[in-house]
C-alpha cells in the first residue's frame, strides 16, 4: 500500500534545541496526523491537521501542512529528553475506505 | 492514556498455530481499526470494523479475521502462523463522525516461533 516517507530517518539532538521532521505523501487527502510512539508501544495521538488548514499549534508542538507539495513538517520547540520517541506521519490519503496510511516515521533522540 | 486496551500484551506461538487478540475500545467509539506493524516500519492497516461488520481491508490475506462485539470490543484472528506474522499488533478506535481521527492501545507483540 503507498506509504508516506518521513525526513529524516533518524535525528539527534541536544535538550532545549528545536526538532523538525518533515512528511512527504502520494496522493490529495482530507487530513493528516502525526502520532508518537515510545520503544515500540502503542501510538500517541499527537495532532490532525485537516487539508484546508495551513498550520496547527498544540503545546511545543507546531504542523504544517502544503497540499501543493504534498508535505507535512512536524516542529518540536525546547526538546525535552522524554520527547525520544519515534514520530510518524498518517494520512487517509482521501479515499472512501477508512484506513490511515503510514510512513516509516522518524527516530528522534534528545539527550541532556 | 487513550482508554483503548489490548490484550494480551507479549504472545508466543509456534508456526502453524492460531492466535486471537483482544482489543477494547474507547468509550464513546463505535469503529475498530488493526493495523500490523513490523520491527522497524511503520503500522499496516490490516481491517476496520464498524457496526460489527468489516468497514475496509488492506492487503492482508483471509487467514486474518476480526469480530466485533456489540460492546464495540474486537478481536483479531490469524490462522496458520507464519514467522513473518511476527509483529506488533496495535487496535485503534475510533467514532465514526471523526472516523479517521484514531486512538490507539499498547499493542500485542507477538511472536512466532
Known amino acids: 500500500s503507498q506509504q508516506g516517507e518521513e525526513d529524516p530517518q533518524a535525528l539527534s539532538i541536544q535538550e532545549g534545541e528545536n526538532a523538525t521532521m518533515n512528511c512527504s505523501y502520494k496522493?490529495?487527502?482530507?487530513?493528516l496526523q502525526w502520532y508518537r510512539q515510545n520503544s515500540g508501544r502503542g501510538l500517541v495521538h499527537l495532532i490532525l491537521?485537516?487539508?484546508?488548514?495551513r498550520e496547527k499549534h498544540s503545546g511545543r508542538l507546531r504542523v504544517t501542512l502544503d497540499t501543493s507539495k504534498k508535505s507535512s513538517s512536524l516542529l518540536i520547540t525546547a526538546s525535552r529528553a522524554a520527547d525520544t520517541a519515534s514520530y510518524f506521519c498518517?494520512?487517509?490519503?482521501?479515499?472512501?475506505?477508512?484506513?490511515?496510511?503510514f510512513g516509516k516515521g522518524t527516530t528522534l533522540s534528545v539527550s541532556s | 492514556e487513550t482508554g483503548v486496551t489490548q490484550s494480551p500484551t507479549h504472545l508466543i506461538k509456534t508456526r502453524g498455530q492460531q492466535v486471537t487478540l483482544r482489543c477494547s475500545s474507547q468509550s464513546g467509539h463505535n469503529t475498530v481499526s488493526w493495523y500490523q506493524q513490523a520491527l522497524g516500519q511503520g503500522p499496516q492497516f490490516i481491517f476496520q470494523?464498524?457496526?460489527?461488520?468489516?468497514?475496509g481491508r488492506g492487503n492482508f490475506p483471509p487467514r486474518f479475521s476480526g469480530l466485533q462485539f456489540p460492546n464495540y470490543s474486537s478481536e483479531l484472528n490469524v490462522n496458520a502462523l507464519e514467522l513473518d506474522d511476527s509483529a506488533l499488533y496495535l487496535c485503534?478506535?475510533?467514532?465514526?463522525?471523526?472516523?479517521?481521527?484514531?486512538?490507539f492501545g499498547p499493542g500485542t507483540r507477538l511472536t512466532v516461533l
Open positions: 485503534a478506535s475510533s467514532h465514526r463522525t471523526s472516523i479517521h481521527e484514531q486512538f
Open positions: 496522493t490529495s487527502i482530507n487530513n
Open positions: 498518517a494520512t487517509d490519503e482521501n479515499q472512501a475506505g477508512t484506513a490511515l496510511i
Open positions: 470494523y464498524y457496526r460489527e461488520e468489516e468497514n
Open positions: 491537521i485537516r487539508s484546508n488548514e
